[in-house]
Each structure stands twice: as structure tokens, then as C-alpha cells.
């Protein structure tokens, strides 16, 4: 192999190794928010009942963490598809070929989605897992609130006032970064502008 050929592997040693990580730190967040949220309704039933006010802010940074998370496997798997191109040509044939069965099985980088979710015929079960974790992280989120609702207006209508309006704002801000980082496609038009003829 080439120098540059060499290098190239290397990378997708590397790349490969991140995409392995974030999985790995993808699953850490998961059940580390799920055990404090298990935590906080225990909490709140054993006559605590402030401590589900906690779950909505919990929940809410769970599911940023886990969509950072997603954020770095895409990165990952798009220079990881961009050096198996790349190193495909060098060759002369396909020999690398784990982004194009990412891309069948997983799901698709360059298409719209939510995270890792596409609503179309690329649906797939590790869309539908992202979007069971979403579930359940709104539900948790709600019956928080739900649960600690007169806890909260029993602390007095201005720490009502002033912990809805901060829960409100902070989670229209990350559904809004969501929406214009993941669905718009923001963040993948940024890899594909650096990446453009690359893998050709």
C-alpha cells in the first residue's frame, strides 16, 4: 500500500473505533438517565413529592445527550463511507463495503431523519428503537410534571412561574436545535461540503 493508502486505513481504523464509542456512550447515557429517573419516582413516592419535578429537566438532558451522541456516529459514518470510497478506488474494486450495509440496515446518511430515524421506506428497527427511547423520555417527562404539578404550586406561584417558564424555554430551544441540526440536515450539509469528491 501507498503512503496515502496507509493513512487512509488508519483513519477507518479510527473512525470505526468512534463509531464503536459512541454507541458504547449512546447506551452509558441511556442507562444512566433511566436509572436517575427510576430513582426520582421512587423518590417521589416515598412522600417527596419535589423530586418529580426533577424528571422533566432529566429526561430533556437525557435525550440531548443521547442525540449528541448520534450526532458524533454520524459524523463517524460519514467519514467512514467517504475513506471505504476512497480506499475502494485505490484498489480498483469494492472491497470495503460496511458503509453501504450501514446505510441498508441501519440507516441512511444524507437522507432526512429525525437523529437516526427516516419515515420512509429506510425505516428501520434502529429508527424505531430511537424513537421507543424518545417515547418513553416524553412520557417520563410528562408524568413528572404531571406528578409534582401541585407540589410545584404548593412552593408558591413564583417558583411556579419561574421553573415552567425556564423548563419551556429550554426545551423549545432543544427542540428547535434539534429540528434545524438533525431534520433540516444542517450538520451532514457541513460534512458533505468538506467531503464533496473525496470517496470518488
Known sequence: MTDATTLAANQLARMRGMNRYYHERFFSDIRFTTTLIVGLLSLGFWDVPLA???IPPVALLGAASTAFDASYLIFSRHYSEALERHLNASVGRDVLVAH????????PINGRKVVTASFNRDFSWFGFMTLLYTAMGVVAF????ALGWQALFDAGSGWAVAYLVSLGVLLAATVAAGLWWFVMGTGERRLAAVLQGYGE
Not at 142 to 145: A, E, N, R, T, Y
Open 52 to 54: 418529580f419535578l426533577l
Open 100 to 107: 453501504e450495509m450501514e446505510n441498508r440496515y441501519l440507516f
Open 142 to 145: 410528562c408524568f413528572g410534571l
